[in-house]
């Protein structure tokens, strides 16, 4: 059985730092690529970045791009996404996700997506 949990979300004032932590459990993590995707209420669900099993590719959404930084330890089978100068339009609920691709890459849609947590939630202040 997959399970896939996130940790690390919290209310952080505006310019404040955050890290998210997604372990995922039941699967070969070095099969899979992973995402963290944000949905904000009465908005749709929108990637924020993914990356590849190795490491190797990486994507960031314009709107985090130079702030958020996505790593994974394929010995823990963690995901983190460090977040630094939050701003108040990054609060949503986060959520991680993985899709079995071993030949590297990362898909860019939820859809796209098989195994999904719970979500941790992110409240910047301002």
């Known amino acids: 059985q997959v399970q896939v949990v996130e940790s690390g979300g919290g209310l952080v004032q505006a310019g404040g730092s955050l890290r998210l932590s997604c372990t995922a459990s039941?699967?070969?993590?070095?099969?899979?690529?992973m995402g963290w995707f944000r949905q904000a209420p009465g908005k749709e669900r929108e990637v924020v970045s993914c990356i590849s099993w190795h490491s190797r590719s990486t994507h960031y959404a314009d709107s985090v791009k130079g702030r958020f930084t996505i790593s994974r330890d394929n010995a823990k089978n963690t995901l983190y996404l460090q977040m630094t100068s939050l701003k108040p339009e990054d609060t949503a609920m986060y959520y991680c996700?993985?899709?079995?691709?071993?030949?590297?890459?990362?898909?860019?849609?939820?859809?796209?997506?098989?195994?999904w947590g719970q979500g941790t939630q992110v409240t910047v202040s301002s």
């Open positions: 996700a993985a899709v079995k691709l071993p030949g590297g890459g990362y898909y860019l849609k939820p859809q796209d997506y098989t195994y």
């Open positions: 039941g699967l070969n993590f070095d099969d899979y690529a």
